[in-house]
Every structure is written in C-alpha cells, then in structure tokens.
C-alpha cells in the first residue's frame, strides 16, 4: 500500500469533515449525514480494491 493512499483516504476524511461541519452549522443535518455517508463510501471503495490486490497476492503466494 503506498503512502499516497493514505494521503487520499486522509485527505477525504479532512474535506468530509470540514464540509460536515459547515452543513451542521447552518442547519442542514441530514445533508451532512448524506455526506458523510459519501465520504465514507467513496473511502472504501478504495481500500476494496487494495483489499483485493491483496487477496490476489495471497491466492499466488500460496498456491490456492
């Protein structure tokens, strides 16, 4: 995994947090949910695919 990745995967958690923050301020609760939500998903569609690079590499390593 390369550190680029962490800084994308950080930097969504910072622009998320930041835009949670100003929709809860100015009274737009569930839009802020909603972006968080996004926010969440848009990380973890990332990690999947590591995730399953990783699960590629194990299968070779091992023989399976």
Do not use: P
Not at 31 to 42: H, N, P
Request: charged share 15%.
């Amino acid at each position: 995994m390369d550190v680029d990745m962490i800084f994308k995967i950080a930097a969504i958690g910072i622009i998320v947090a930041i835009l949670n923050q100003l929709l809860i301020r100015s009274g737009r609760e569930d839009q802020a949910l909603l972006t968080t939500i996004a926010g969440l998903i848009v990380a973890l569609m990332m990690i999947i695919t590591q995730i399953s690079d990783l699960f590629s590499t194990i299968k070779t390593t091992f023989g399976l």
